[in-house]
């Protein structure tokens, strides 16, 4: 399997290209007044299936050969990778079998069913979500399309942050929403490469904060019953994403579910966006003021991953 | 004061270039698949203030000779072009006074404080804004800054559609809403001048239709008593927005306030964008199908003119 760099991003971009949106870069001289720096936010709400998780399974479904293909794909998910798993799956035509926790947002399973995915529920741990994948790969023979465990998954997402440097020059900084870590992973690829005086600081609920721990320890300390309304960064890193993140990232921070719901109002507000929590994460943290080397006048890169909430239940 | 044409779009251009969003282009394979027709969506929620009404007043601001600026500007309007002139008047470093009905939403009124416009409250109909309105120029030599019956105004709208013919090649249609007729008319200058063969279809709420009375009439029917949940489109065509409109227009349809509140939805779902139900309009007549000559595969461009909205208070 190919080692996640920047030419496997460079491939990726190239693979996905007639799929997946070149997303906006948008600005708002609100939020930049409130926080007294220059944010350029990435919009992969607006991507494909609302979420920038559409280029790494789409970058991964490309990559197969035609003969594991055939087979079709697997994944477990809470949520977003199961969307974009299912529309890569459609686009090369072959099946996908999502494995979901039972407590998934229903709006997302209804997408993944939209898309023409097949669901199978789970316990909420990610001991059951492996377990199922792992029965449903024995009985037939899909290939296991990890939701950042996955050179070409990372890859993919590595291609969001290839976008954000050719439509924005001069970061000073990029912030990331860490969940499983194949964003964030993803990103530094890019930045460190083509960007390398840009520090790239990834940002994690308050109550999921298993890459502190895990950076602290000096080893993947999976979260042990993480809450927060961040549904989407509820994962794990895991030993492909640790080490990269270990030695490259300038700092992760957290934000509190309060600051983190602040952030999502604001992006609704003020820059008429429809994002999630989990793309909120970043944000929360800068109005906490959690992000360190933050100056008047810096210029912050910020993803905002994903878009998919339940209109009717929203957390105001 | 000058005639708006073409050269009178292109000077807007050039004057609001430096403060307004070339706001992007953006579309929707769920969309699309549901109307068998290919919407690119003019994101003008995305523009400054939330509404293309940015445009209109920036231009009829930076007009202004600077002894007619001195004395600040004056308008009425139910609430975007208020807030918009409010921000374009601060960019010029003048004052505004904006009258406002006293049913405007409180959403509004907060942003036009916040741009630093003076707020007087009025009765919610036509006549009394008008009156209120000519009471501050009376009292402070203020020029009015009408919200459509302004060639300045009008000119300035245009420079949307004037972006989306650069953004979009070859549509077959452009479906614009329709209140007071300044967007409908600015549209209709640069796509006759620009694009002749794309149809240009207004659209209006079914509770406010006084654009198709109007046409029927032959001569300008104000509303009475207009009812809609698109709070942006209650205003009236003037006879500077009639004529053209009724020389130049393919038609003019209507949209249910139902249909309006499942496009609305529709957006913010699908799209991840948030926009208010008067922007949802034109997308509510194309669910109702009252959009004629639409066909599959044709190209269709709908300006999504704006997206203030009190996130506390959601139509569903």
Same mark, same amino acid.
């Given at each position: 399997?190919?080692?996640?760099?920047?030419?496997?991003?460079?491939?990726?971009?190239?693979? @996905?290209?007639?799929?997946?949106?070149?997303?906006?870069?948008?600005? &708002?001289?609100?939020?930049?007044?409130?926080?007294?720096?220059? !944010?350029?936010? +990435?919009?992969?709400?607006?991507? +494909?299936?609302?979420?920038? +998780?559409?280029?790494?399974?789409?970058?991964?479904?490309?990559? !197969? &050969?035609?003969?594991?293909?055939?087979?079709?794909?697997? $994944?477990?998910?809470?949520?977003?990778?199961?969307?974009?798993?299912?529309?890569?799956?459609? @686009?090369?035509?072959?099946?996908?079998?999502?494995?979901?926790?039972?407590?998934? #947002?229903?709006?997302?399973?209804?997408?993944?069913?939209?898309?023409?995915?097949?669901?199978?529920?789970?316990?909420?741990?990610?001991?059951?979500?492996?377990?199922?994948?792992?029965?449903?790969?024995?009985?037939?023979?899909?290939?296991?399309?990890? #939701?950042?465990?996955?050179?070409?998954?990372?890859?993919?997402?590595?291609?969001?942050?290839?976008? %954000?440097?050719?439509?924005?020059?001069?970061?000073?900084?990029? %912030?990331?929403?860490?969940?499983?870590?194949?964003?964030?992973?993803?990103?530094?690829?890019?930045?460190?490469?083509? &960007?390398?005086?840009?520090?790239?600081?990834?940002?994690?609920?308050?109550?999921?904060?298993?890459?502190? &721990?895990?950076?602290?320890?000096?080893?993947?300390?999976?979260?042990?019953?993480?809450? $927060?309304?961040?549904?989407?960064?509820?994962?794990?890193?895991?030993? %492909?994403?640790?080490?990269?993140?270990?030695?490259?990232?300038?700092?992760?921070?957290?934000?509190?579910?309060?600051?983190?719901?602040?952030?999502?109002? !604001?992006?609704?507000?003020?820059?008429? !966006?429809?994002?999630? #929590?989990?793309?909120?994460?970043?944000?929360?943290?800068?109005?906490?003021?959690?992000?360190?080397? %933050?100056?008047?006048?810096?210029?912050?890169?910020?993803?905002?991953?994903?878009?998919?909430?339940?209109?009717?239940?929203? #957390?105001?």
């Amino acid at each position: 399997m190919e080692i996640p760099d920047l030419d496997a991003v460079r491939r990726a971009a190239r693979h @996905i290209a007639p799929h997946a949106h070149r997303t906006p870069v948008l600005t &708002s001289s609100a939020i930049d007044a409130e926080l007294g720096a220059r !944010l350029f936010f +990435k919009c992969e709400n607006l991507q +494909k299936v609302g979420a920038f +998780k559409f280029r790494g399974a789409c970058n991964a479904v490309l990559s !197969l &050969s035609d003969a594991q293909a055939a087979h079709g794909v697997v $994944t477990h998910s809470s949520g977003n990778h199961a969307q974009a798993l299912a529309l890569a799956a459609r @686009i090369r035509g072959i099946p996908a079998s999502i494995v979901m926790p039972a407590n998934a #947002p229903p709006v997302k399973a209804a997408a993944v069913a939209g898309y023409g995915g097949r669901i199978i529920r789970c316990r909420p741990t990610q001991q059951d979500r492996e377990r199922v994948a792992g029965e449903v790969m024995a009985a037939t023979g899909a290939a296991l399309i990890h #939701p950042y465990d996955d050179p070409r998954v990372i890859a993919g997402q590595g291609t969001a942050a290839l976008e %954000l440097v050719d439509q924005v020059e001069q970061l000073d900084l990029v %912030l990331v929403p860490v969940g499983g870590g194949g964003l964030a992973r993803g990103t530094l690829i890019t930045i460190s490469a083509l &960007s390398p005086h840009t520090r790239v600081i990834g940002v994690e609920p308050e109550g999921a904060d298993d890459a502190r &721990s895990s950076l602290e320890a000096g080893r993947v300390l999976p979260s042990v019953d993480p809450r $927060t309304i961040a549904d989407g960064l509820l994962t794990s890193l895991c030993d %492909l994403t640790f080490d990269i993140i270990r030695r490259q990232i300038r700092a992760i921070v957290s934000a509190s579910d309060e600051a983190t719901i602040r952030a999502m109002r !604001l992006v609704w507000q003020r820059m008429k !966006l429809v994002v999630e #929590p989990s793309a909120a994460v970043p944000l929360g943290a800068l109005l906490q003021g959690r992000v360190p080397d %933050l100056a008047p006048g810096l210029r912050v890169g910020v993803i905002l991953s994903e878009g998919n909430v339940e209109l009717d239940h929203l #957390p105001w």
